[in-house]
T-cell receptor
Framework: DQQVKQNSPSLSVQEGRISILNCDYT??????FLWYKKYPAEGPTFLIS?????DKNEDGRFTVFLNKSAKHLSLHIVPSQPGDSAVYFC?????????????FGKGTRLSVIA | NAGVMQNPRHLVRRRGQEARLRCSPM?????VYWYRQLPEEGLKFMVY????????ESGMPKERFSAEFPKEGPSILRIQQVVRGDSAAYFC???????????????FGPGTRLTVL
């Protein structure tokens, strides 16, 4: 039973345009969400996070939006660059319980075409 | 750069042998997590440890798998009598003590790719 779902296995975007990666979750206890970026043969790298008390968090070209009622979050990358091509994982945790393990989605492979 | 270190990066074992995967957390981090990634899948939690303590092992298979994080030295994930289905990438992550940061951010190592022949 997948608690965190990334329904698009892949996404292609032209350089300079916006990339939108989506993530849905089922567990209403989740209160902290993270996006990780992963290149082949490397470990995931933390990108951006959002707490459930917010609905938006921005860091440079990356913005994460959270819609708690829909149990949906999205990562926007604008403008997209070829170096953004990687697999993006959405992850969720129950922050109020302390350092709990992360629950990951299956990932979305983003290809940014020059 | 005192990031999370994992070794070996690649490990090949024959069926029935033992695999030992090592993880050194980031400096100042006392929490270690092990995750497994099967091909075309996301990362799946296996076990969460602090020094000399297993906090949560709900994701560990009941048999053949064990983990430790001794007072001195790296965390070890041990797989006994490996089978082909154990072939995967095993990632270790570390984080700070709870309460020292509002961010439940885990920093990942580069992973160990285990291949069972």
């Amino acid at each position: 039973d997948q608690q965190v779902k990334q329904n698009s296995p892949s996404l292609s975007v032209q350089e300079g345009r916006i990339s939108i990666l989506n993530c849905d979750y089922t567990n209403s206890m989740f209160d902290y969400f993270l996006w990780y970026k992963k290149y082949p043969a490397e470990g995931p790298t933390f990108l951006i996070s959002i707490s459930s008390i917010k609905d938006k968090n921005e860091d440079g070209r990356f913005t994460v939006f959270l819609n708690k009622s829909a149990k949906h979050l999205s990562l926007h990358i604008v403008p997209s660059q070829p170096g953004d091509s990687a697999v993006y994982f959405c992850a969720a945790s129950v922050l109020n319980s302390g350092n709990t393990p992360l629950v990951f989605g299956k990932g979305t492979r983003l290809s940014v075409i020059a | 750069n005192a990031g999370v270190m994992q070794n070996p990066r690649h490990l090949v074992r024959r069926r029935g042998q033992e695999a030992r995967l090592r993880c050194s957390p980031m400096k100042g981090h006392s929490h270690v997590y092990w995750y497994r990634q099967l091909p075309e899948e996301g990362l799946k939690f296996m076990v969460y440890l602090q020094k000399e303590n297993i906090i949560d092992e709900s994701g560990m298979p009941k048999e053949r798998f064990s983990a430790e994080f001794p007072k001195e030295g790296p965390s070890i994930l041990r797989i006994q009598q490996v089978v082909r289905g154990d072939s995967a990438a095993y990632f270790c992550a570390s984080s700070q003590l709870p309460g020292t940061s509002e961010v439940n951010e885990q920093f990942f190592g580069p992973g160990t790719r285990l291949t069972v022949l």
